[in-house]
């Protein structure tokens, strides 16, 4: 599967997702993650009880494997405040491919 079409699947089922209300993607790009090529998606919703959420996530294929990394806080106040923590995580990340 190619990055594009991961993206295609994920946000459909984010669209079809019963506990996620008012999805809306606000970015979809390309990303290096854990020196691989992968992609970047960015976007809010609300959960069950009304609160406005954002997330950040990170996707990429190696081989048959898929791997995911995301940041989600309340859009509110957290986000934000905790998106440098999430950032050094994530250029900390390292992904080997075992027995190549």
Request: glycine content about 4%.
């Amino acid at each position: 599967m190619l990055p594009h079409e991961a993206v295609q699947l994920i946000t459909d089922n984010l669209h079809s997702d019963p506990l996620i209300r008012q999805f809306n993607l606000l970015a979809s790009q390309p990303a290096m993650v854990a020196g691989h090529a992968g992609f970047r998606l960015t976007y809010s919703y609300q959960d069950q009880l009304g609160v406005a959420v954002k997330t950040l996530y990170y996707g990429v294929i190696l081989d048959e494997l898929y791997f995911n990394l995301r940041y989600t806080a309340t859009q509110r106040h957290y986000f934000d405040e905790e998106l440098p923590a999430f950032n050094q995580l994530l250029d900390s990340l390292q992904l080997w491919r075992f027995g190549k």
